[in-house]
Structure formats: structure tokens, C-alpha cells
């Protein structure tokens, strides 16, 4: 694809449960097959309060974007931004 004229944006996010990645095309649209999610569990604490080791959370967010870097590279697509 054309890096002018097909923007694509890989968008991450990290949530209570898990990261996503997805590719979206220019007009808003899902890339079809090029979205990841890694579910993960977070730890509760005694008093209700929840958390994840940071270390932890940041290989998922990698791993998240390696796969979008992949599709993105199997489908000949650039990325032009990224969206958290």
C-alpha cells in the first residue's frame, strides 16, 4: 500500500483485562484479521483494589504490537500513527 495515500493506524489498548491491537484504514475500518487480545488477571489487593506488575503489562502491550506489526508486514501495509 501506498504510505500517502492508505494511512493506517495501529490502535492499543490496555484495559482491565487485557491489551488489544488493532489496524484501522483510513476511512475508520477494522483490517480484517490484523486485531490481537491478550486477556491477563489482575491481583486483587486486601482492601478491593486491583493491579497488574507493570513488567507484566508492558510484554503484553509488546506482544500486542508485534502482532499488528506482523499482519501489517503480511498484508503490505504501512503504519502511519499510533493510538492508545
Avoid: W
Amino acid at each position: 500500500m501506498n504510505f500517502t495515500n492508505n494511512p493506517t493506524i495501529l490502535s492499543i489498548d490496555a484495559g482491565t483485562s487485557s491489551v488489544r491491537s488493532l489496524l484501522f484504514d483510513a476511512s475508520g475500518r477494522e483490517v480484517d484479521g490484523a486485531g490481537t487480545q491478550i486477556p491477563y488477571a489482575m491481583t486483587r489487593t486486601a482492601d478491593g483494589g486491583e493491579f497488574i506488575e507493570l513488567d507484566a503489562l508492558f510484554q503484553y502491550v509488546l506482544q500486542a504490537i508485534d502482532h499488528a506489526v506482523e499482519e501489517a508486514q503480511k498484508k503490505s501495509i504501512s503504519i502511519s500513527a499510533v493510538a492508545c
